[in-house]
Nanobody
Framework: QVQVVESGGGLVQAGGSLRLSCTMS????????MGWFRQAPGKEREGVSC????????VYADAVKGRFTISRDTAKNTLYLQMTSLNSADTAMYYC??????????????????????WGHGTQVTVSS
Protein backbone atom coordinates (compact mmCIF):
# COMPACT_ATOMS: atom_id res chain seq x y z
CA GLN A 1 0.00 0.00 0.00
CA VAL A 2 1.38 3.39 -1.01
CA GLN A 3 1.86 5.79 1.89
CA VAL A 4 2.72 9.48 1.77
CA VAL A 5 3.09 11.08 5.20
CA GLU A 6 3.83 14.75 5.89
CA SER A 7 5.18 16.14 9.15
CA GLY A 8 6.74 19.30 10.56
CA GLY A 9 3.80 21.69 10.51
CA GLY A 10 2.85 23.86 13.44
CA LEU A 11 2.40 27.38 14.75
CA VAL A 12 5.15 29.90 14.00
CA GLN A 13 5.46 33.68 14.30
CA ALA A 14 5.76 35.88 11.23
CA GLY A 15 9.35 36.06 10.04
CA GLY A 16 10.13 32.62 11.40
CA SER A 17 11.16 29.38 9.72
CA LEU A 18 9.81 25.85 9.49
CA ARG A 19 10.87 22.66 7.70
CA LEU A 20 8.31 20.21 6.39
CA SER A 21 9.13 16.56 5.70
CA CYS A 22 7.41 13.94 3.55
CA THR A 23 8.21 10.25 3.93
CA MET A 24 7.34 7.85 1.11
CA SER A 25 6.73 4.09 1.18
CA UNK A 26 5.21 1.47 -1.11
CA UNK A 27 6.52 3.05 -4.32
CA UNK A 28 9.84 3.53 -6.09
CA UNK A 29 10.85 6.94 -4.75
CA UNK A 30 13.58 7.44 -7.37
CA UNK A 31 11.08 7.09 -10.26
CA UNK A 32 8.88 10.02 -9.19
CA UNK A 33 9.04 13.74 -9.40
CA MET A 34 7.67 15.24 -6.17
CA GLY A 35 5.63 18.30 -5.34
CA TRP A 36 4.36 20.41 -2.46
CA PHE A 37 0.89 21.98 -2.57
CA ARG A 38 -1.09 24.09 -0.12
CA GLN A 39 -4.69 25.10 0.48
CA ALA A 40 -5.94 27.91 2.71
CA PRO A 41 -9.49 27.95 4.12
CA GLY A 42 -12.00 29.01 1.46
CA LYS A 43 -9.39 29.03 -1.30
CA GLU A 44 -8.36 26.66 -4.08
CA ARG A 45 -5.36 24.37 -3.80
CA GLU A 46 -2.20 25.81 -5.33
CA GLY A 47 1.14 24.37 -6.34
CA VAL A 48 4.08 25.50 -4.23
CA SER A 49 7.09 23.65 -5.61
CA CYS A 50 8.25 20.62 -7.59
CA UNK A 51 11.52 18.70 -7.83
CA UNK A 52 12.61 16.19 -10.50
CA UNK A 53 13.64 12.63 -9.66
CA UNK A 54 17.33 13.52 -9.67
CA UNK A 55 16.88 16.86 -7.95
CA UNK A 56 18.44 18.57 -10.94
CA UNK A 57 15.37 20.68 -11.69
CA UNK A 58 13.22 22.62 -9.24
CA VAL A 59 10.17 24.81 -9.80
CA TYR A 60 8.67 27.38 -7.41
CA ALA A 61 5.51 29.45 -7.28
CA ASP A 62 6.17 33.19 -7.50
CA ALA A 63 4.73 33.71 -4.02
CA VAL A 64 7.41 31.56 -2.37
CA LYS A 65 10.42 31.94 -4.67
CA GLY A 66 13.47 33.05 -2.73
CA ARG A 67 11.95 32.04 0.61
CA PHE A 68 11.24 28.30 0.23
CA THR A 69 13.66 25.54 -0.79
CA ILE A 70 12.63 22.06 -1.92
CA SER A 71 15.02 19.11 -1.66
CA ARG A 72 15.01 15.31 -1.52
CA ASP A 73 17.09 12.61 0.16
CA THR A 74 16.95 9.38 -1.84
CA ALA A 75 18.61 7.30 0.88
CA LYS A 76 15.85 8.27 3.33
CA ASN A 77 12.93 8.28 0.84
CA THR A 78 12.18 11.76 2.13
CA LEU A 79 11.14 15.07 0.57
CA TYR A 80 11.69 18.40 2.36
CA LEU A 81 10.41 21.95 2.15
CA GLN A 82 12.48 24.50 4.03
CA MET A 83 10.39 27.63 4.61
CA THR A 84 11.84 30.95 5.76
CA SER A 85 10.53 34.50 6.22
CA LEU A 86 7.04 33.15 6.78
CA ASN A 87 4.08 35.52 6.70
CA SER A 88 0.33 35.23 7.26
CA ALA A 89 -0.29 34.47 3.56
CA ASP A 90 1.62 31.20 4.03
CA THR A 91 -0.98 29.88 6.49
CA ALA A 92 -2.47 26.76 4.89
CA MET A 93 -2.66 23.00 4.90
CA TYR A 94 0.44 21.73 3.09
CA TYR A 95 0.32 18.53 1.04
CA CYS A 96 3.03 16.31 -0.41
CA UNK A 97 2.38 14.52 -3.72
CA UNK A 98 4.15 12.16 -6.13
CA UNK A 99 3.98 12.17 -9.94
CA UNK A 100 4.64 9.03 -12.01
CA UNK A 101 7.13 10.83 -14.23
CA UNK A 102 10.78 11.67 -13.58
CA UNK A 103 10.21 15.27 -14.66
CA UNK A 104 8.19 18.13 -13.21
CA UNK A 105 5.34 19.69 -15.21
CA UNK A 106 6.36 22.73 -17.29
CA UNK A 107 4.93 25.03 -14.64
CA UNK A 108 2.74 25.21 -11.53
CA UNK A 109 -0.40 26.27 -13.38
CA UNK A 110 -3.94 26.00 -11.96
CA UNK A 111 -5.15 22.40 -11.94
CA UNK A 112 -1.65 20.94 -12.16
CA UNK A 113 -2.40 18.78 -9.11
CA UNK A 114 -4.30 16.28 -11.27
CA UNK A 115 -0.95 15.10 -12.65
CA UNK A 116 0.14 13.91 -9.20
CA UNK A 117 -1.34 10.53 -8.38
CA UNK A 118 -0.31 9.96 -4.76
CA TRP A 119 -1.09 12.34 -1.91
CA GLY A 120 -0.54 12.67 1.79
CA HIS A 121 -3.20 13.90 4.22
CA GLY A 122 -1.49 17.20 4.88
CA THR A 123 0.21 19.07 7.71
CA GLN A 124 -1.09 22.41 9.00
CA VAL A 125 1.11 25.51 8.97
CA THR A 126 -0.19 28.53 10.87
CA VAL A 127 1.71 31.82 10.88
CA SER A 128 0.80 34.31 13.60
CA SER A 129 1.37 38.06 13.34
Amino acid sequence: QVQVVESGGGLVQAGGSLRLSCTMSGLAFDDYSMGWFRQAPGKEREGVSCISRTGGTTVYADAVKGRFTISRDTAKNTLYLQMTSLNSADTAMYYCAARSSPSCPPGLTPGIGVLFGYWGHGTQVTVSS
